[in-house]
């Protein structure tokens, strides 16, 4: 998939999601900012494999949905968040499965990505709903939450020598 390239929904006709490049890391902290409140998104952004993915309906951005290798295996969906507005209409899904495919066409055998729980309710809801196992739990005191680790298991990873 180019940069350029945009995915309309299946689900929903006026939602379309869109990978985006390094050098638009502003739209990615506005909508972070506008999810969380904070401008903070990850730690830097030269990761490898950095995968940073809009949706937009009707033009308009209403999530996001950032990752990157975490291993040569494993990709890590770091964060990710939908706008109050156009929450519990299935833009988190969407973004997730969009994700999920290209992580896959790379080549990964592993898609992980954390949660809390108690703050984010809906993202355990998600993950196991999608066939995401727990692989991993404890209490974060810097969150005060606990932290959950989620994975999904490709069935038949594509080799990872397809120039990725």
Do not use: C
């Amino acid at each position: 998939m180019a940069l350029s390239d945009s995915i309309p929904s299946i689900d929903a006709p006026d939602l379309t999601i869109y990978r985006l490049g390094r050098d638009r890391t502003n739209l990615i902290r506005d909508l972070n900012e506008a999810v969380f409140d904070d401008r903070h998104v990850i730690n830097r952004f030269d990761h490898d494999d950095l995968l940073m993915l809009v949706a937009a309906r009707d033009g308009d951005p209403v999530g996001f949905k950032v990752g990157y290798r975490l291993r040569t295996d494993t990709f890590y969906s770091a964060k990710g968040g939908v706008v109050k507005r156009a929450r519990r209409q299935g833009v988190a899904r969407e973004l997730l499965q969009q994700m999920l495919a290209v992580v896959e066409q790379w080549g990964y055998a592993r898609f992980v990505y954390d949660t809390f729980p108690n703050k984010h309710p809906g993202m355990t809801v998600l993950g196991l709903s999608e066939g995401f196992t727990v692989v991993k739990a404890g209490y974060s005191p810097q969150y005060e939450d606990y932290r959950l680790r989620f994975e999904y298991r490709f069935t038949d990873p594509v080799s990872r020598s397809n120039g990725v």
